[in-house]
């Protein structure tokens, strides 16, 4: 079975494909100054731009991983997320805190997604 490497540098790949599934990198917002909703907004929209790259879409999501450098932003996560989500295609999610990369990233996610 191929596996497919998709945007790869020395460190890792943007997504690797396999046997039907998508697994995407950890995504952040671009926008690294904005507050939670901003962050979230903008990594969702990252992940759908990865998504369709290794044709797949926010329906076909398997699994979700978030990470959050404050559980008080939960909320406001779930509120985008929510909005985000198509009613009904909800994945398996796991949020956790975890220290970030930089100390302006407020949330990071990991995605696991069957392609067509």
């Not at 903008?42 to 979700?64: F, H, N, P």
């Not at 509120?79 to 407020?106: F, H, I, K």
């Amino acid at each position: 079975m191929t596996i497919e490497r998709i945007a790869t540098n020395n460190r890792m790949s943007k997504i690797v494909k396999h046997n039907g599934t998508a697994y995407l990198c950890g995504q952040v917002a671009k926008d690294r100054d904005g507050d939670i909703r901003t962050q979230v907004t903008g990594m969702l929209e990252k992940v759908d731009e990865l998504l369709e790259t290794a044709g797949s879409s926010r329906d076909r999501i398997l699994s979700a991983t978030i990470y959050l450098a404050d559980m008080a932003d939960f909320k406001a996560l779930n509120e985008v997320w929510d909005n985000w989500v198509p009613e009904g295609t909800a994945p398996a999610r796991a949020c956790v805190q975890a220290q970030m990369a930089s100390p302006e990233l407020l949330v990071e996610i990991s995605v696991i997604a069957a392609t067509s």
